[in-house]
């Protein structure tokens, strides 16, 4: 009888979580159609295997969220000339999910890339819908709905009806004139002209249809499910031609939508407090928008938007006084690797803890990660990651992982990992998430991951070091990590709590345990509701090109608040990851800009360069010409002056500012010729130099107009080689020959 019973629970439990087994030879499955949705996967799995794009993407439904993305990275791989030997997709569970099915599926794959071959693992959910009598993919990324940001009109009489809503879906609520999300899941309330923000929309076409005073008419409530407006997946917007349909269908959604986590793109209706979805005759897509009413609400929008970009810009330069105080403060001169920050050369970054930790801590101060984490939902939970991932197109793991802090995910929930074979990122919330940013096509987020051996985690903060079994972090903390990662990694060694070593802070007093305190919420908070002043026109052509001015503006914000924080952190704790991190994000203002000069000239792609040159000039002037030649291919671009990038970086993107241009210059230069003692890196208010010295005395090589002069130029007010360094505005140093 025991047997019985435990073999009935068995089969119902598989029943219930719908996945398949095996019966010979034979695969059932236990929802009648996993078959189907099985033939959908191996068509798609066929498809990549013989490189088939539109084989491949009919396997997707057009509502699909990120289908054009999608279409990007397949075209992309095929570019890329790779080859699958093996590629298969399997069903692990399947369930009923709303009006489709939500399956969890297992991917395995091994491939060829440049010789090379690899193979890997995946885990992940996709969301199916039935179409034209096949099931297609209509969400690859799929996860319910969490907290997504509600967004309701500035002077929106509907304001206490969003505040219910996003109480009941635990959101955040945001105005017209201050959301600057664009990607993830968002909510939009309002009646016909209220909401700048859907006006937006439907000036561009992005909405399915114009909502007016008189259509779809007062006691009908209308929302519309929109797939891949800007990099939303979903823009869930509800409204009606009148303020009491308006807040009836808010009521109604707020409460169907702690119900339901999850709606297939299109039109619903709501009558009678009921919902459906609209019939086409229903609709029409011939209503126009009164101009006059539309333009009123977004430029009133504007007005506000544009006021907040003074204030924000305002605070940027009372930031920037503060930070040059305190570098001019800063004296941590006695340390020999910090070209080893600066550097890019992977092994590099293995040699030390602090170090790894500071590069993920300089990306902070980077002001185009911390733009873009204004782009991302504010809620720090499962439904940021996909969006992260969907804007780190060139990033790598240590900047994705800073990405993910900054739009708010705490120090103990975000790390970057290192395996023996790829690094990911690791994600410790719910049951735990593996992210892999360089995934080619199939990158996501993953509840499965195969990664051979895990080396170390590490964010800005904490670190675990597995081959010293060292750690910074609380035993509590440990445990909770080690555990979720040992859910979601499939390692060929478990990881076991008990062999982590506690390291304390007093035994390791050069890495600090002090988290970024800063955020994206805490900009936020400083933008206000309304102007001072009046403006009768407005300086930017329209509302959507005034939010990404202040979205930009307060990344520099958000960027410059680390960066005092870190310099902080740097000045009282020498050698931490901190203290590293200024030479990792290539700060110009150090008291060791030598290092830069050093990275410059054993830089492997800067080396490789200058043999070109070397090799098909004989002359010592055709070799300089050379170098000019280089410096021609760079795009000139803005770009903020306090910062180096790094020259193989300025070579391989074809881009920098003249300072960067001269960094590369100097490294090809002394490779050539050697000389490092008698060649300077010279930064000015008008251009960026490599000075050199000939028999006639020095010559600057000018790197933004690209040419050769003699003139002096006496606004240099920082140089530097890999001996010496001056700088007017820390007080290093004292002035060169060529400047006296």
């Known amino acids: 009888m025991k047997k019985i019973l435990l073999l009935m629970l068995a089969l119902a439990s598989v029943f219930l979580f719908g996945c398949r087994f095996k019966s010979d030879n034979v695969t059932v499955y236990e929802l009648p159609e996993g078959a189907e949705v099985q033939k959908t996967l191996d068509t798609l799995a066929g498809s990549v295997l013989s490189m088939d794009i539109e084989g491949y993407m009919s396997c997707f439904s057009p509502d699909c969220a990120f289908l054009n993305k999608i279409n990007e990275n397949i075209l992309s791989v095929k570019a890329q000339n790779i080859k699958f030997k093996n590629f298969s997709i399997s069903i692990q569970g399947l369930k009923r999910y709303g009006e489709g099915l939500e399956a969890i599926v297992n991917t395995q794959w091994e491939m060829s890339l440049n010789g090379k071959k690899k193979s890997g693992e995946q885990t992940r959910s996709i969301y199916f819908s039935?179409?034209?009598?096949?099931?297609?993919?209509?969400?690859?990324?799929?996860?319910?709905?969490?907290?997504?940001?509600?967004?309701?009109?500035?002077?929106?009489?509907?304001f206490a009806n969003a505040q219910g809503m996003a109480k009941a879906l635990n959101s955040k609520l945001f105005l017209d004139i201050d959301h600057l999300q664009n990607s993830g899941d968002i909510i939009l309330l309002g009646t016909a002209y209220d909401n700048a923000s859907i006006l937006e929309m439907e000036k561009q076409n992005s909405t399915y249809i114009k909502v007016t005073e008189n259509y779809p008419g007062s006691d009908l409530g209308i929302v519309q499910v929109i797939p891949n407006a800007e990099n939303y997946r979903h823009a869930i917007v509800i409204q009606s031609s009148s303020l009491q349909g308006a807040k009836a269908a808010i009521s109604f959604m707020a409460q169907y939508l702690t119900e339901n986590s999850y709606m297939e793109p299109g039109v619903y209706l709501i009558q009678d407090n009921e919902i459906r979805k609209a019939e086409l005759l229903e609709l029409t897509t011939l209503t126009t928008l009164d101009h006059n009413k539309a333009e009123e609400t977004l430029a009133r929008a504007q007005d506000v938007v544009e006021y907040n970009i003074k204030l924000i810009s305002d605070e940027i330069a009372l930031e920037k006084d503060n930070i040059h105080l305190i570098e001019k403060n800063i004296s941590n001169n006695d340390r020999k690797d910090y070209k080893e920050a600066f550097s890019i050369d992977p092994a590099a970054k293995k040699q030390s803890q602090a170090i790894r930790m500071g590069i993920i801590s300089s990306y902070f101060m980077n002001k185009d990660?911390?733009?873009?984490?204004?782009?991302l939902p504010p809620s720090a939970d499962a439904g940021v990651l996909d969006s992260a991932l969907m804007l780190a197109k060139d990033m790598d793991i240590p900047s994705v992982t800073a990405l993910l802090r900054l739009a708010g995910f705490?120090?103990?929930?975000?790390?970057?990992?290192?395996?023996?074979?790829?690094?990911?990122?690791?994600?410790?919330?719910?049951?735990?998430?593996?992210l892999d940013p360089n995934m080619l096509f199939i990158h996501g987020v993953n509840r499965q991951y195969a990664l051979e051996e895990l080396k170390s985690i590490e964010n800005d903060g904490y670190y675990l070091n597995l081959k010293d079994n060292s750690t910074n972090m609380p035993k509590e903390d440990i445990i909770n990590s080690i555990n979720a990662i040992n859910k979601v990694l499939s390692l060929k060694k478990e990881l076991l709590p008990s062999r982590i070593v506690r390291k304390s802070f007093a035994q390791n007093e050069e890495l600090a345990t002090n988290f970024l305190p800063f955020n994206t919420l805490d900009i936020y908070e400083k933008l206000q509701n309304n102007?001072?002043?009046?403006?009768?026109?407005?300086?930017?052509?329209?509302?959507?090109?005034a939010k990404d001015a202040l979205r930009m503006a307060m990344g520099e914000l958000l960027s410059l608040k680390c960066r005092k924080y870190i310099l902080n952190l740097a000045g009282k704790?020498?050698?931490?990851?901190?203290?590293?991190?200024?030479y990792s994000g290539g700060l110009a203002f150090v008291e060791k800009p030598e290092a830069y000069a050093e990275a410059a000239r054993e830089s492997a792609a800067v080396k490789v360069k200058a043999s070109e040159i070397g090799s098909s000039n004989r002359e010592r002037e055709d070799k300089i010409e050379g170098i000019l030649s280089v410096l021609s291919t760079i795009k000139i671009e803005e770009k903020a002056v306090d910062f180096f990038l790094h020259p193989e970086a300025c070579l391989k993107s074809k881009k920098g500012g003249a300072m960067d241009k001269a960094l590369l210059a100097y490294g090809l230069y002394t490779g050539l010729f050697?000389?490092?003692?008698?060649?300077?890196?010279?930064?000015?208010?008008?251009?960026?130099?490599?000075?050199?010295?000939?028999?006639?005395?020095?010559?600057?090589?000018d790197c933004k107009y690209n040419a050769l002069s003699r003139m002096p130029d006496p606004t240099i007010y920082l140089c530097f080689n890999e001996k010496y360094a001056y700088n007017t505005r820390l007080g290093i140093g004292e002035k060169p020959e060529f400047m006296r």
């Open 130 to 158: 039935k179409e034209d009598d096949a099931w297609k993919i209509k969400d690859y990324y799929f996860h319910a709905y969490s907290r997504p940001s509600v967004v309701v009109g500035n002077s929106s009489l509907l």
């Open 369 to 375: 990660v911390c733009t873009k984490a204004f782009q």
């Open 410 to 434: 705490h120090g103990d929930e975000v790390f970057s990992l290192e395996g023996e074979d790829a690094s990911v990122i690791f994600a410790n919330i719910d049951d735990g998430y593996a």
């Open 531 to 545: 102007t001072s002043y009046f403006q009768y026109t407005n300086s930017m052509s329209s509302l959507s090109e």
């Open 573 to 582: 704790y020498p050698g931490s990851q901190y203290d590293y991190s200024r």
């Open 674 to 701: 050697g000389k490092s003692d008698e060649t300077w890196v010279a930064i000015s208010e008008n251009s960026s130099y490599v000075v050199i010295r000939d028999e006639y005395g020095y010559k600057y090589i």
